[in-house]
T-cell receptor
């Protein structure tokens, strides 16, 4: 079992709709969770982080965390073509002070 | 703005060659990391360092070594390059421990080993 799992996609969403990206993790001791966005040919950049159960909103982005289910998600409201990218879920490793990345979900916003 | 600079964007090397990938950050970050990124496998941690002259193995250290002689510079070394080391290599830095801090990535070095 991979430590951080994501559906590779591609996930195709119409412009203006809500895009929902999901991630599960295996380390129950993990405390910090991150979403990175990576445009084609570019490096990852952090867009959200969440430490507590529940929702965290930042503009059109909402991160959701459920530690009991070991599940973290990212919602993108009013999706724009510029949101088309690969989204990487990342989780801290509780015993080794390092960040583990999922393989990413490719999101495509169709006009 | 934090800047993480990787010395080479594209390299082509032959099997058995020694390869150096250099990374420099300009924000006095304590922590530096080397990842490789392959299709379908995501980012995998090779080595990381929390201090000068300190290094720790990541998930896939075999075939690699690192050097951190100065705080701002973290080098990845392939002692004898092999074709399965063809990949995109990403360097990152962070100010605090990674479970509380943001990783800043360089632009990547795409290595092809023939």
């Amino acid at each position: 079992q991979k430590e951080v799992e994501q559906n590779s996609g591609p996930l195709s969403v119409p412009e203006g709709a809500i895009a929902s990206l999901n991630c599960t993790y295996s380390d129950r001791g993990s405390q910090s969770f991150f979403w990175y966005r990576q445009y084609s040919g570019k490096s990852p950049e952090l867009i959200m982080f969440i430490y507590s159960n529940g929702d965290k909103e930042d503009g059109r982005f909402t991160a959701q965390l459920n530690k009991a289910s070991q599940y973290v998600s990212l919602l993108i409201r009013d999706s724009q073509p510029s949101d088309s990218a690969t989204y990487l879920c990342a989780v801290d490793h509780s015993s080794a002070s390092k960040i583990i990345f999922g393989s990413g979900t490719r999101l495509s916003i169709r006009p | 703005d934090v800047k993480v600079t990787q010395s080479s964007r594209y390299l082509v090397k032959r099997t058995g060659e020694k390869v150096f990938l250099e990374c420099v950050q300009d924000m006095d970050h304590e922590n530096m990391f080397w990842y490789r990124q392959d299709p379908g496998l995501g980012l995998r941690l090779i080595y990381f360092s929390y201090d000068v002259k300190m290094k720790e193995k990541g998930d896939i250290p075999e075939g690699y070594s690192v050097s951190r002689e100065k705080k701002e510079r973290f080098s990845l070394i392939l002692e004898s390059a092999s074709t399965n080391q063809t990949s995109m290599y990403l360097c990152a830095s962070s100010l605090s421990r990674p479970n509380t801090g943001e990783l800043f990535f360089g632009e990547g070095s795409r290595l092809t080993v023939l």
